[in-house]
């Protein structure tokens, strides 16, 4: 602040962080993949939208003006000369119409202005020492009250931080600034009249300096000069830093020249001071006044400036300075050696520390331009541009000021100006309050130097302001670049990812190609999506790129060989791009990549030599890549990053040769690591095979596939069943039952042909017809026909198998005639007797119900065709349940982890589609090693009981004979049986021992957590900063998009989690089309978003409709939890849209088992009533004490970022620091709160029961 009679001025507003600025707090919570992008600029769409805005005055508008700003304010008239406003006297057509652009009504009570709280503001927190001031600005000492700004000074009893006052200053530095235009502020003065000591201040400086930092003033305060004149240098005592001739900035330092710190070179550069107002009173009791001046170097020579309290002399001073009636100039302060402070005094009106007066300020800056100030509506004062622009003896001509300037409002207390008295008098002057009402900023006409913003073009401030944090009270750590240091790490990462993947790429093939994929696909995808990506939403395209790679480099590794075959195709095209034109680059591009596939996939050659090459040549230039980076500044690996782009978008610009720098040296070691490499991994793989055959695969962990011919090789002799035997079953024969079973009598004739039908074993044939016959005895209890009652009980799971696989029922049904000639009964007692002795057969595949289902109808089906055969007892036991129970055996017993071995639910489940109706029942070949002499004793047996029957014989394979034929014949085509096939499946569920399986297990319990959590951050963020109710929509609408990424999530585990390398390829395929549809909509939406923040209009709307639309899936599914009887619907129609939907977003409801288990609704009210209350309470204390009060910190930090230029990774890292504690307890107290309610919920259903009490 320039020293003078009449107090120093202040600069104007800084860049607005606007409410949306919160709005990229919440998306850092929810998706912190910027951390993997270390090249990522500090920048958010919003700050890029205001930068658009500088060239959309009405854009601009709608950002800076404040909503309480009456709209009859937004245009203003301003005189076009040195008169006054109309209501003091001025003539109303000498007016020009200025436009706002920026206003503050100081209406909202919470604010706050300490750094980062606020948009517009920063109030000061540090001891000012210029002009031997006597105060600390504390931010406490700035608050807002009943609609205006106060900034209160105070003398506290005992020194603040070695200060005798305390007293506020805000500034709108480095956030609003402007270039020309008028200014208006309404304002009472602190203090009393009469009675110094307050030295209030209104004025405008000029970015490149901050106040009071005088570090960032030494050398540019308040320079106004852009010529080169080494003599004018010599002659000054403070020199130019930053001057037109290009100088040094620092001494010492060789390389400091401007334009090394984003400055344009030989352009002279200042912090320029404008005082709107100071204010002060020389001595007690004296009357008050306001100084209006421009503090200007370099100064006029000392023979051109009057004497202190003497009026100028004939070609003394500045010429054509105007004033106003009850102004004059400055007599007592024209300035110091070097510095001129051009400025007039006004003595103010009684009223002026009661009441409010305006205090105004037309700027147009440039040589042309002029300075004009205002009281209310009186004229006080005008410096026009030619009083600065011509030769004043040997002093060059300086301008009226061009720096993006910004404003100050302040209350300082010094002894050099405005002295505080002692007494009591003077005491009575503490606490004193600078009260403004509003502070309003126009612009109206223009020239070339007009402009808003602070870092403007012609004029640039930001790069030179972040290259000297320390200097403008910004924390050291801003010009650390943490980004640069993650990158370092990332290029040794891929230094030894690459040599690894080089020398020993077949060892992990399956990692390896993952890693290539990620980073190939990364830039592919980045290069496909930036033809259409503006330059502010560049970083989100990155962002969806990156997820984009990560999530195909992670399917990439699925089919490893083929997309190491791909990759090696692209990496060619790629290479060969910078020699060709864009179209023959695609071609070469499009057949490397199929050639690589192909042979990837060509039957007959072996896999490693795709893989040797893949890995051999690609680690080489992962090597090469990252060696430039500390050769010559990475250029091979920005250059394919632009190459890779170049293909995909077809920019020239991205057309570049690989290499810059040391080409020769880089293609020769290319070369030779390629090769070199290649040759070792031939040596180590000599004689070794990669290629695998799946299936083969599969069957080799099972034991050969065989029947047995123990069941029928045993007989009892003849002589120990005596014939009166033979006709009974167990202890009843078919004429001896009791009188109330004679009705059920005809059912042994149907059992034994069943029995012969299919070779069930004797005893077991009769224990489960006389079981049969015993529940349709007590069938019969209860009234109806006994047969249908018994029949529609047992085969209610078969009827619902067959209609889950969509086959035809074949049990009987009264809907069409029975079949081969039966009676209705006799179909029915077929029916009951053949799964009844399937049942009473199975053994232990008991536990595999659907397997019984799948027995009995391939079973029923075969039944017309031998119910006139006969198969030899034991014959099912040996063909059918011994080659499959010997399979589960061997795996049940095996040694296998878990993940590598079927159980009896693998086993059910391979009946859980139509493929497994492809295979027969029944396996007849003979493969036994446990038998004595199987053969041999099957043939003794077989001899012994030949011809017994008299509906036919077995033969030695177990086929069939017509009755009285002995001639062998083959009945059936010969097809795989079911425990071939059996040997061939993949587990239908697979889960490896991990520490993400609980992750998995509990999804939804933890997608509950993160949507709730990132909803209740985003409502948090909203009113901490009291947003509209539209704009608190917007940031709580990201949280559509948190489900979508969770998603993408769930799918890579449930693959992660599922994937074999036996594992079918439509298994694996439904997984990895899940996971690409998530991913495409949470690419969509989150596009959406960003581009209706950057947009608005349209784009909001279009973001809601599509994002809910891409959510009434998952809507279906929450209202389905609140209404069982839809759900039960929803899983069970075969509607084929609705079908088709449910099943590709739930593959779970193709699952036989689960189907019409809910409860009905009035079963679930009280459950969901518990649950509702407990959350909603949940939700209310953990927004209330873990959530809301961390929104501030967490917005500092990325107020931080955007202010300060803080790292975005540094930034993210303590935001992610800063809220992981606070989800992981969010996420257990659910177990607090679960305990807390069902203690009440006992007590409750406790007393109202009255449990316990003895009645």
């Not at 404040?66 to 406003?85: E, L, Q, V, W």
């Not at 992981?1220 to 107290?1229: A, H, K, R, S």
Request: glycine fraction near 6%; proline fraction near 5%.
């Amino acid at each position: 602040m320039a020293p003078s009679n009449a107090v120093p001025a202040l600069p104007e507003d800084a860049m607005r962080l606007r409410e949306r600025s919160a709005t990229s707090v919440a998306v850092l919570l929810a998706a912190l993949l910027l951390l993997l992008l270390p090249t990522a600029e500090a920048v958010v769409p919003i700050s890029r939208v205001l930068q658009r805005a500088k060239e959309n005055l009405t854009e601009l508008q709608m950002q800076w003006i404040d909503p309480d700003t009456d709209p009859k304010f937004y245009n203003i008239s301003i005189p076009n000369g040195p008169h006054s406003f109309p209501d003091a006297g001025g003539n109303i057509s000498e007016m020009d119409v200025y436009h706002l652009i920026f206003s503050d009504e100081f209406n909202d009570s919470k604010r706050t202005f300490e750094a980062g709280f606020d948009s517009k503001w920063t109030a000061m927190d540090i001891r000012d020492t210029s002009n031997m001031a006597q105060h600390y600005f504390l931010p406490q000492a700035v608050q807002i009250d009943k609609g205006n700004l106060i900034i209160t000074s105070s003398k506290p009893k005992n020194k603040y931080r070695g200060t005798k006052y305390v007293s506020g200053s805000v500034q709108t530095w480095n956030k609003f600034c402007y270039t020309g235009g008028y200014v208006e502020v309404q304002a009472v003065l602190p203090g009393k009249w009469g009675v110094p000591g307050t030295w209030p201040a209104i004025w405008i400086m000029g970015n490149i300096g901050r106040a009071p930092y005088l570090d960032s003033e030494d050398g540019t305060w308040p320079w106004s000069f852009d010529m080169c004149a080494p003599f004018v240098e010599k002659t000054e005592k403070v020199k130019q830093k930053i001057n037109a001739c290009g100088n040094l900035t620092n001494k010492h330092d060789t390389s400091s020249y401007p334009e090394m710190y984003g400055l344009n070179p030989f352009q002279g550069r200042g912090a320029t001071e404008i005082d709107v107002m100071e204010a002060q009173i020389k001595a007690r009791d004296e009357p008050a006044f306001i100084s209006t001046s421009l503090q200007i170097r370099p100064s006029l020579y000392e023979n051109m400036r009057p004497g202190s309290m003497q009026l100028p002399g004939p070609g003394q001073w500045y010429q054509g300075l105007k004033f106003g009636e009850y102004t004059n100039i400055n007599s007592a302060y024209y300035g110091e050696t070097g510095l001129d402070s051009i400025s007039a005094l006004t003595q103010l009106e009684s009223n002026a520390f009661m009441a409010y007066h305006l205090y105004r300020l037309d700027w147009m800056p440039g040589p042309e331009g002029y300075i004009r100030w205002w009281l209310d509506g009186n004229f006080l004062f005008e410096i026009p541009g030619s009083a600065l622009n011509k030769w004043e003896g040997d002093v060059p001509p300086r301008q009226i000021p061009v720096e993006p300037s910004y404003l100050i409002l302040s209350t300082a207390i010094s002894e050099k100006f405005s002295p505080p008295c002692s007494g009591q008098i003077c005491d009575s002057l503490w606490p004193s309050n600078f009260t403004i009402n509003y502070v309003r900023v126009y612009q109206g006409k223009s020239n070339r130097y007009t402009s808003i913003g602070c870092n403007p073009v012609a004029f640039p401030t930001t790069e030179w302001i972040y290259a000297h944090p320390v200097d403008y009270g910004l924390p050291w750590y801003v010009s650390l670049r943490v980004d640069i240091g993650l990158f370092q790490l990332f290029a040794v990462i891929n230094t030894a990812v690459g040599l690894t993947m080089a020398f020993r790429g077949t060892t992990h093939p399956k990692m390896l190609s993952a890693y290539v994929s990620t980073l190939w696909l990364t830039a592919s995808f980045y290069g496909a999506l930036s033809p259409s990506s503006p330059e502010d939403l560049a970083w989100v395209h990155m962002v969806i790129a990156g997820l984009c790679g990560l999530v195909f480099g992670g399917v990439c590794c699925l089919v490893d060989v083929l997309s190491l075959g791909a990759m090696l195709g692209l990496y060619g095209g790629v290479v060969l791009s910078q020699f060709v034109p864009l179209l023959s680059a695609r071609v070469i591009t499009v057949v490397l990549v199929g050639v690589g596939i192909a042979l990837a996939c060509a039957p007959r050659l072996d896999t490693k030599h795709v893989v040797i090459f893949s890995t051999s040549w690609i680690g080489s230039m992962a090597f090469v890549m990252s060696l430039s980076l500390w050769v010559s500044d990475g250029d091979i690996a920005v250059n394919m990053w632009r190459l890779a782009g170049f293909v995909f978008n077809g920019k020239d610009h991205d057309h570049v040769s690989i290499c810059s720098e040391h080409c020769w040296a880089m293609y020769v070691l290319l070369a030779v690591l390629s090769l070199s490499s290649t040759g070792y991994q031939y040596y180590r793989l000599r004689g070794v095979t990669l290629r695998k055959h799946v299936i083969e695969a599969r069957k080799a962990k099972f034991p050969m596939v065989s029947a047995s011919s123990d069941a029928r090789a045993w007989k009892p002799d003849e002589g120990e069943v005596s014939p009166t035997d033979k006709d009974r079953v167990n202890f009843f024969s078919a004429g001896k039952l009791p009188r109330n079973m004679q009705q059920y009598s005809t059912i042994f004739r149907i059992a034994v042909n069943v029995q012969r039908s299919f070779g069930f074993q004797l005893d077991s044939f009769r224990n489960q017809t006389e079981h049969l016959v015993v529940l349709l005895a007590n069938s019969a209890r209860k009234g109806g026909n006994p047969y249908r009652k018994l029949h529609e009980l047992v085969f209610a799971n078969y009827n619902k198998w067959c209609s889950k696989l969509h086959i035809q029922s074949l049990q009987w049904s009264e809907l069409r005639p029975p079949q081969g000639g039966l009676t209705s009964v006799d179909e029915i007692s077929v029916d009951l007797c053949l799964f009844f002795f399937i049942w009473g057969e199975a053994s232990n595949m008991r536990h595999s119900p659907e397997f019984l289902c799948f027995l009995f109808h391939k079973m029923k089906e075969e039944f017309p065709s031998v119910r006139h055969m006969e198969r030899e007892a034991g014959y099912f036991l040996d063909t059918v349940v011994t080659p499959v129970y010997s399979l589960l055996r061997s795996e049940m017993t095996s040694n296998n982890d878990h993940q590598d071995r079927h159980n009896y639910d693998d086993f059910n489940e391979f009946f859980w589609t139509k493929a497994c109706l492809t295979f027969d029942y029944k396996h007849e070949d003979v493969v036994e090693t446990n038998s004595p002499n199987p053969a041999m004793l099957f043939q003794q047996k077989k001899k012994q009981h030949e011809g017994l029957s008299g509906l036919g014989a077995v033969n030695s394979g177990g086929g069939l004979h017509r009755a009285g034929n002995s001639s062998s014949n083959n009945f059936f085509h010969k097809r795989k049986s079911i425990a071939e096939g059996f040997t061939e499946s993949t587990k239908s569920f697979l889960e490896k021992r991990t520490w993400l399986l609980p992750l998995r297990a509990f999804n939804r319990i933890f997608n509950f957590h993160v949507i709730s959590f990132h909803f209740l951050a985003s409502l948090a963020i909203a009113n901490e900063q009291e947003m509209s109710a539209e704009d608190s929509a917007k940031i709580v609408s990201s949280t559509l998009i948190t489900p979508f990424l969770l998603d993408i999530m769930r799918d890579g585990l449930d693959i992660f989690a599922v994937y074999h390398e036996f594992l079918t390829t439509f298994a694996l395929t439904r997984n990895v089309v899940r996971l690409i549809l998530h991913l495409a909509l949470a690419s969509t939406s989150l596009m959406l978003y960003w581009y209706a923040w950057a947009y608005g209009g349209i784009w909001w709307q279009t973001y809601y409709v599509v994002v809910l639309v891409l959510h009434v899936p998952g809507l279906t599914n929450c209202l389905m939890q609140v209404m069982p009887g839809l759900t039960n619907w929803m899983r069970r129609t075969q509607f084929t849209p609705v079908a088709a939907i449910r099943d590709l977003v739930s593959p779970m409801n193709r699952l036989y088992v689960g189907d019409n288990v809910l409860d009905p609704l009035s079963a679930s009210i009280g459950y969901m009533f518990f649950w509702t209350t407990m959350l909603l309470w949940k939700l209310y204390f953990s927004y209330k004490f873990e959530i809301y009060p961390i929104v501030v910190p967490s917005y500092l930090l990325y107020a931080d970022h955007l202010e300060n230029n803080v790292s975005v990774i540094t930034t993210s890292l303590l935001i992610f620091l800063n809220w992981m504690p606070f989800f992981l307890v969010y996420c257990v107290d659910i177990t607090i709160w679960n305990s807390i309610w069902m203690a009440f919920t006992g007590t409750f259903v406790g007393f109202s029961s009255h449990i316990g009490e003895i009645r």
